[in-house]
């Protein structure tokens, strides 16, 4: 993951709308336009060199991800948004699963109270971040970011980009003997074989396992789909917690057969 903050500058203070509109730019227009032209209509990001070292699944990956039960209609009912969004040469498991994205994760500037104050405000903010694949250079994309918005920034405000993160994405071969002791461990624990799929999330200590130790990760995880996670109502059900833990101890016991 990679992790940036926008910031977007414009006069010294806010400014009387009725005074000085159509005089000064307005850093929430500004920074409005920066954001909104990292990706085009499709979800494509077209930052330059952002994609560098994204490797594209073979036909039998796409073919075992089809296999999937899936309902796209469904999953955009429960999450309560009218369609699923994103690169239409991919299925949204593929988005989900094996390619990078990059988020407006909050902005905000200018007044929030109730009611209505007339200005034009003196900054904007904004965050985002950036889920990698394995391939991706986390330096790169970040540089390649800043670059992106200090070439778009329009004229009229003063743009500044602070960046923090750069873990690398880490992937385990799924037919590795620990990833198999594991899918042997889950069974005895829950009562059914696992099924294979992708994910995404950040873990920084991970990479640094696989860098220093050299080698594989194996993770398991044992939230629901509706626990709401990084939500306000994040939850977890006490019977996936108790399972958890028979799986891990059933793990170590596999791993150390293995």
Same mark, same amino acid.
């Given at each position: 993951m990679v992790s940036w903050e926008i910031a977007v500058h414009g006069p010294l203070g806010d400014l009387h709308s009725?005074?000085?509109?159509?005089? *000064?730019a307005n850093p929430i227009e500004a920074l409005a336009r920066l954001v909104a032209q990292m990706k085009d209509a499709h979800g +494509?990001?077209?930052? @330059?060199?952002?994609?560098?070292?994204? &490797?594209?699944?073979?036909? $039998?990956?796409r073919a075992e991800?089809?296999?999937? @039960?899936?309902d796209a209609e469904r999953m955009a009912r429960d999450l309560g948004v009218p369609a699923l969004h994103g690169e239409p040469e991919y299925t949204p498991?593929?988005?989900?699963w094996y390619r990078p994205t990059l988020e407006c994760n909050g902005i905000w500037g200018g007044y929030q109270g109730p009611g209505t104050k007339t200005i034009i405000p003196a900054f904007a903010r904004a965050k985002l971040t950036a889920r990698l694949v394995a391939g991706q250079d986390p330096h790169r994309v970040r540089d390649a970011l800043i670059a992106f918005v200090r070439r778009m920034a329009p004229p009229g405000v003063r743009v500044? *980009?602070?960046?923090? =993160?750069?873990v690398p994405a880490v992937a385990t071969a799924r037919d590795h003997p620990a990833v198999r002791a594991?899918? &042997?461990?889950?069974e005895a624990a829950f009562?059914?074989?696992? *099924?294979?799929?992708?994910?995404? =999330?950040?873990?920084?200590p991970v990479a640094s396992f696989a860098r220093v130790f050299e080698i594989p990760q194996v993770l398991m995880?044992?939230?629901? @789909? $509706? $626990?709401?996670? +990084?939500?306000? $109502?994040?939850?977890?059900d006490l019977d996936q917690f108790r399972r958890g833990i028979d799986a891990l101890a059933f793990f170590y016991d596999e791993l150390a057969r293995t």
């Open positions: 009725g005074y000085f509109g159509g005089t *000064v +494509h990001i077209v930052i @330059p060199g952002f994609y560098e070292g994204v &490797r594209e699944l073979d036909r $039998d990956q991800i089809a296999a999937l @039960p899936f498991l593929e988005r989900m500044e *980009v602070e960046s923090a =993160g750069d594991a899918a &042997r461990a889950l009562g059914r074989a696992p *099924v294979m799929i992708g994910t995404g =999330g950040s873990i920084g995880g044992f939230g629901l @789909p $509706d $626990d709401a996670i +990084h939500a306000p $109502d994040e939850r977890f």
